[in-house]
């Protein structure tokens, strides 16, 4: 017997029960739906700054150089990870400043959560955004330039991670092309800027902490070995 052994292969139990969202145990969804006992892990917001990172990593245009000098958020070739960007205490960066980034002018122990028209409207109207979405349509083109189907799929996976519904699929095709069944190379741009900001997408979930989940996994594995 080794309560140390025992005590490691608990904590990998646990993690893999709490880190998933998902709700399919409708039986423990019907019992406790607040999750007051803590039986899934709850979605979680993504911060400012690893909202504009995946849609950079979606679009594969993120710049994963580590070290080196920060620049200011709007430069127009600034695509590293948004902890290498400058954040000014004069005039704090428009996503910074609606998506709840802690005032730098004083101390903040924690970022409190808001849901305003004004991001809504930030994202719907960003050029940012916008830029990454044609630039991930282009790349679906050239992956499948004579395939709707298959490029909804691509899309959904890099951006979704999980493959459409039916009814998705449909919808999808039928927002990319126009009244006379053309396809529209601005309506690719629009559907991947949608889905960017959709809630599944602005949200942890399950799918988006599989990769984490499957090395946290294999971390517990090789503890136990060890033991």
């Given at each position: 017997?080794?309560?140390?052994?025992?005590?490691?292969?608990?904590?990998?139990?646990?993690?893999?029960?709490?880190?998933?969202?998902?709700?399919?145990?409708?039986?423990?969804?019907?019992?406790?739906?607040?999750?007051?006992?803590?039986?899934?892990?709850?979605?979680?917001?993504?911060?400012?700054?690893?909202?504009?990172?995946?849609?950079?990593?979606?679009?594969?245009?993120?710049?994963?150089?580590m070290t080196g000098p920060s620049v200011g958020l709007d430069a127009e070739k600034f695509r590293r990870r948004s902890v290498y960007a400058t954040v000014t205490r004069q005039k704090q960066n428009d996503l910074y400043r609606l998506f709840d980034f802690p005032d730098p002018k004083r101390h903040s122990e924690a970022r409190i959560p808001t849901t305003t028209p004004l991001q809504h409207l930030y994202l719907l109207n960003n050029p940012f955004l916008s830029q990454q979405a044609t630039a991930l349509a282009a790349s679906t083109e050239s992956s499948h330039p004579d395939n709707p189907v298959a490029r909804v799929m691509e899309i959904f996976h890099r951006v979704l991670m999980r493959d459409p519904t039916r009814v998705e699929l449909e919808e999808a095709l039928q927002l990319v092309r126009?009244?006379?069944?053309?396809?529209?190379?601005?309506?690719?741009?629009?559907?991947?800027?949608?889905?960017?900001?959709?809630?599944?997408?602005?949200?942890?979930?399950?799918?988006?902490?599989?990769?984490?989940?499957?090395?946290?996994?294999?971390?517990?594995?090789?503890?136990?070995e060890k033991k």
């Open positions: 017997f080794s309560s140390r052994r025992r005590h490691t292969r608990f904590k990998c139990d646990w993690s893999s029960d709490v880190c998933s969202s998902d709700l399919s145990p409708t039986n423990y969804h019907d019992r406790d739906p607040d999750n007051r006992q803590l039986w899934r892990m709850n979605r979680k917001r993504l911060e400012a700054e690893v909202w504009r990172d995946s849609v950079l990593s979606a679009s594969q245009k993120l710049d994963t150089q126009d009244s006379s069944g053309k396809v529209s190379k601005e309506a690719w741009a629009l559907l991947i800027q949608s889905l960017l900001i959709t809630n599944e997408f602005l949200y942890r979930s399950e799918e988006h902490t599989s990769e984490l989940q499957s090395h946290l996994n294999l971390v517990c594995r090789l503890l136990l």
